[in-house]
């Protein structure tokens, strides 16, 4: 079956620092990738996604590349702030699967301190 | 767009009490997504829902739980009886099914259930 994979958390970091938060996937067919983040008190929200192989998502500063040889999407910002502390999810969804379900890791939490 | 609605925002019941959570996917929707979400358990799937007909409900805890989805527009999420290891937030998510793949999840703010 499919999985998602991510780094364990939680993860505390100074402002203005690099972040990279690692996620693995394993899934039969070819699925789209997302990032969702949760901020305290709130749902899930989209950060990013891809849908096919080196396809980049992007937004509010944050990236991460579809890597098909690697089965990976790693999330990265250059420079993080106090309001980007957040529970970061990984998520697929795979048409190979029950219509419709998608996977999702575990949730790293990020800590960012001024 | 009002997103997706879920009410009450907030349930404190007892023991025993027969809880309803319900949930307003975003119009155009056709799939809808039933999460709970505790510290010890993370974030599970509890049931969906594809064009209002349920295909999954393989991770609701027992039978004491029920989902329905009369129309597009309205599903419920009912424990009965509830008990203290039911307490938790739970989400419901609406998307949009094509072509055998689900897009983007939209969460709702989620209830917060907390049984005495």
């Known amino acids: 079956g499919n999985s998602v994979t991510q780094m364990e958390g939680p993860v505390t970091l100074s402002e203005e620092a690099f972040l990279t938060i690692n996620c693995t996937y394993t899934a039969t067919g070819y699925p789209s990738l997302f990032w969702y983040v949760q901020y305290p008190g709130e749902g899930l929200q989209l950060l990013l996604k891809?849908?096919?192989?080196?396809d980049k998502g992007s937004n509010k500063g944050f990236e991460a590349t579809y890597r098909k040889e690697t089965t990976s999407f790693h999330l990265e910002k250059g420079s993080v702030q106090v309001s980007d502390s957040a529970v970061y999810f990984c998520?697929?969804?795979?048409?190979?699967?029950?219509?419709?379900?998608?996977?999702f890791g575990d949730g790293t939490t990020l800590t960012v301190k001024p | 767009d009002a997103g997706v609605i879920q009410s009450p925002r907030h349930e404190v019941t007892e023991m025993g009490q027969e809880v309803t959570l319900r949930c307003k996917p975003i119009s155009g929707h056709n799939s809808l997504f039933w999460y709970r979400q505790t510290m010890m358990r993370g974030l599970e799937l509890l049931i969906y829902f594809n064009n209002n007909v349920p295909i999954d409900d393989s991770g609701m805890p027992e039978d004491r739980f029920s989902a329905k989805m009369p129309n597009a527009s309205f599903s419920t999420l009912k424990i009965q009886p509830s008990e203290p290891r039911d307490s938790a937030v739970y989400f419901c998510?609406?998307?949009?099914?094509?072509?055998?793949?689900?897009?983007?999840?939209?969460f709702g703010p989620g209830t917060r259930l907390t049984v005495l």
């Open positions: 998520a697929l969804s795979d048409h190979n699967t029950n219509a419709g379900k998608s996977t």
């Open positions: 891809a849908t096919k192989a080196d």
């Open positions: 998510a609406s998307s949009l099914l094509a072509g055998g793949q689900t897009d983007t999840q939209y």
